[in-house]
């Protein structure tokens, strides 16, 4: 039924044009706004729906992950542009908030204007 269909998914801001200044400004994100609703437009990735809530909730969960060859570069770039690093119980951080261990890839989470949860997480 859906195997052919290009699919995206979506998340609840809000201020959209607070999380328009973040995502495009902030993180540097290719950005589209159209009938009050933002489309993030991912290299090699798809788009992603940001739309309004006036009772949004952040998500308790990552939303959207941005994976990176090195995550201390991206975590000082972000750092440099006012991001701060989520520190979360469980997970041994260091000093810039990077989560590093066995069970997974180098990792640090941030939340946008919002509140929902985002983060950087190395690949080679």
Do not use: C
Not at 5 to 18: H, L, Q, R, W
Not at 27 to 51: C, F, P, Q, V
Not at 91 to 104: H, L, V
């Amino acid at each position: 039924m859906f195997g052919k269909t290009k699919a995206f998914s979506g998340f609840s801001v809000d201020d959209i044009p607070e999380a328009r200044r973040f995502y495009e400004e902030t993180l540097g994100l290719d950005i589209s706004e159209e009938y009050g609703m933002l489309t993030l437009h991912i290299h090699e990735g798809g788009d992603i729906m940001i739309y309004p809530r006036e009772d949004h909730s952040p998500a308790t969960y990552t939303i959207l992950n941005f994976p990176v060859e090195d995550v201390d570069r991206a975590v000082d770039q972000l750092s440099e542009r006012g991001v701060t690093f989520e520190r979360y119980e469980g997970f041994a951080q260091d000093e810039k908030g990077i989560a590093r261990g066995d069970e997974g890839p180098a990792i640090a989470w941030f939340t946008d204007p919002a509140g929902n949860i985002l983060s950087v997480l190395e690949v080679s």
